[in-house]
């Protein structure tokens, strides 16, 4: 089955204490990413990765950091916890990455996994 | 940078009733995705429109581009319990995606 996995499914953690959030798919998907989501603000962009080794910065990536050292895996990274990165997190991923260049592609879909819910005290 | 505002932020109908939510940027888009969220789910992919003018339907749902393509809406006509969730829209710019703020929907029986 075409999926995207997401481990752990609920975290609760202190401040300080480094943790990783993973992310697989199965699809051979090239274009990945990660989102938070919190009440009132809906999803924003954290990390977005276009291939292997390839990662770039989404609207909110401080106190975060990504990996791609394989295509099918992009896990998230978060080194000192705080407070304020208590939140809803997803990873998508999608066949391409999407293109400025091109007006329409359907590989733009992005499939998302079930999400991460995660508490920092 | 990029900002997509979408209105209403909840919305609660009667069920039978239609309802519509909107999304507005200030500037052109090259296209405009449309994902649901079921209550405790997470987004999945309805809908992406390209064209100027672009309408697509999905059964009671229908999908509209703007004509400068600044604009978007939803709508959904005799909404029925399992329309119950957010609706998001999400636009490609550069190579990120930017989402909106989403619209809650609660549909009463």
């Known amino acids: 089955e075409a999926q995207v996995t997401q481990n752990p499914r609920y975290l609760i953690t202190v401040t300080g204490k480094k943790l990783t959030v993973t992310c697989s798919q199965n699809?051979?998907?090239?274009?990945m990413s990660w989102y938070r989501q919190d009440p009132g603000l809906g999803l924003r962009q954290i990390y977005y990765s276009m291939n292997v080794e390839v990662t770039d910065k989404g609207d909110v990536p401080e106190g975060y950091k990504v990996s791609r050292k394989e295509k099918r895996n992009f896990p998230l990274i978060l080194e000192s916890p705080s407070p304020n990165q208590t939140s809803l997190y997803f990873c998508a991923s999608s066949l391409q990455s999407p293109d400025p260049g091109l007006e329409t592609s359907s590989t733009d879909t992005q499939y998302f996994g079930p999400g991460t819910r995660l508490t920092v005290l | 940078g990029q900002q997509v505002m979408q209105i209403p932020q909840y919305q609660h109908v009667q069920e039978g009733e239609d309802f519509t939510t909107y999304c507005n940027s200030s500037t052109t888009l090259s296209n405009i995705q449309w994902y649901k969220q079921r209550p405790g789910g997470h987004p999945v992919f309805l809908i992406q429109l390209v064209k100027s003018g672009e309408v697509k339907k999905q059964k009671r749902l229908t999908f509209q581009f703007g004509e400068a393509k600044k604009n978007s809406s939803l709508h959904i006509t005799a909404t029925q319990t399992t329309d119950v969730g957010t609706y998001f829209c999400?636009?490609?710019?550069?190579?990120?995606?930017?989402f909106g703020t989403g619209t809650r929907l609660k549909v009463l029986a």
């Open positions: 699809m051979n998907h090239e274009y």
């Open positions: 999400a636009v490609r710019w550069t190579y990120k995606y930017i």
